[in-house]
């Protein structure tokens, strides 16, 4: 059993592992992740192989503040503006990386630019702290699956493959970041995220772009391809009720009948209550045995994007 409580001693047992090039799991606000030392290759490319992730998806780094951030890329204005408002939080900004950027290649993807995050979460900090180095991070699953949310998902997905999995307990936001692109004057949202659209928009002076081109190979955001965060049962998008052998995602306080399995991510209608329980709900219809996941409309306002954006990748046929 590699799950551990975080306590101040096993966090510095992490940090000293990841010092090692070791991986260990811990939780951030949005999601848990897997972390490794971003400077060291070694570390890194053992992030990949445990993820079974493409190499050419890059990963987010790490770190304490926006003065570390700033030695790893160049911080536009907007990103200042951006980082000011919403560091330490659910954003992850994509910036070109200084000339001496300490980041190992692999950790970019061999890209110009590096997506860099500043989490709130007082055990990913505190671990940045004690280990004191950037920390690549990506959501602790195997690739393609859907993100942890508590130290048992970490567990479930790669409990053979990390040294160590900091428990801190379910995950308050539930989703991961939303990646900007803040390299020019106006944000690019690669990925929605615990920001949203809106938050960003008014930093922003109203001004705020949507990437697509989700189905190329070499997307922009390589987190935009197609599928993605998937469960291995079929997915059934906007359904007014379950049909007997399905389970039921439902939301909102007006729920069909169902006699099966069924999940209701918020009966009070709440989008931050939603997205919080989001992937717990899918792992667990996912393990319920039925022919497909029916999923009830979810507004597609605020964290609703965010949630939707998820759904919908989920629901990809392979
Ligand atoms: O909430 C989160 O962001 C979580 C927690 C652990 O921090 N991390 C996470 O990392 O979701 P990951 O590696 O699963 O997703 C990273 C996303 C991907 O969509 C990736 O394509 C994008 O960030 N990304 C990373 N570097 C990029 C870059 N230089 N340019 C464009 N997109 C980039
Ligand atoms: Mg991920």
Not at 32 to 54: C, E, M, Q, S, W
Request: net charge neutral; glycine share 10%.
């Amino acid at each position: 059993m590699t799950i551990v409580k975080a306590t101040p001693e096993t966090i510095h047992d992490a940090a000293a592992i990841l010092r090692d090039g070791g991986l260990v799991a811990f939780p951030t606000e949005t999601v848990y992740g897997l972390g490794g030392d971003a400077t060291n290759g070694r570390a890194v490319a053992a992030i990949f192989a445990a993820k079974g992730r493409p190499s050419f998806n890059p990963l987010i780094v790490h770190v304490a503040d926006a003065g570390a951030a700033s030695r790893l890329a160049h911080l536009t204005p907007l990103a200042r503006r951006l980082a000011a408002a919403f560091w330490p939080g659910p954003l992850s900004l994509v910036l070109v990386k200084q000339p001496d950027c300490p980041i190992a290649d692999l950790a970019t993807a061999g890209l110009d630019t590096i997506a860099v995050r500043v989490p709130a979460h007082p055990i990913a900090r505190a671990l940045l702290q004690a280990a004191d180095l950037p920390i690549a991070g990506p959501s602790a699953n195997r690739s393609g699956h859907v993100s942890p949310t508590t130290a048992q998902h970490v567990d479930a997905d790669l409990g053979d493959k990390v040294a160590l999995i900091l428990d801190g307990g379910a995950t308050p936001v539930g989703l991961e970041s939303t990646v900007v692109d803040a390299t020019g004057g106006t944000p690019v949202i690669l990925r929605p995220g615990g920001v949203t659209r809106a938050d960003i928009a008014r930093v922003a002076g109203g001004r705020v772009e949507i990437a697509g081109g989700e189905e190329t190979s070499r997307p922009a955001s390589p987190g935009m391809l197609a599928r993605h965060y998937a469960p291995a049962t079929r997915i059934r998008l906007d359904a007014r009720g379950a049909v007997p052998g399905e389970a039921l995602l439902a939301f909102g306080a007006q729920v069909p009948h169902h006699a099966g399995p069924m999940v209701n991510l918020s009966p009070g209608g709440d989008l931050v209550e939603a997205a919080a329980n989001l992937f717990s709900a899918l792992r667990t219809l996912d393990a319920a045995g039925a022919t497909a996941i029916a999923v009830m409309p979810i507004p597609d306002t605020g964290l609703g994007e965010a949630i939707n954006d998820r759904l919908r990748r989920a629901a990809r046929n392979l």
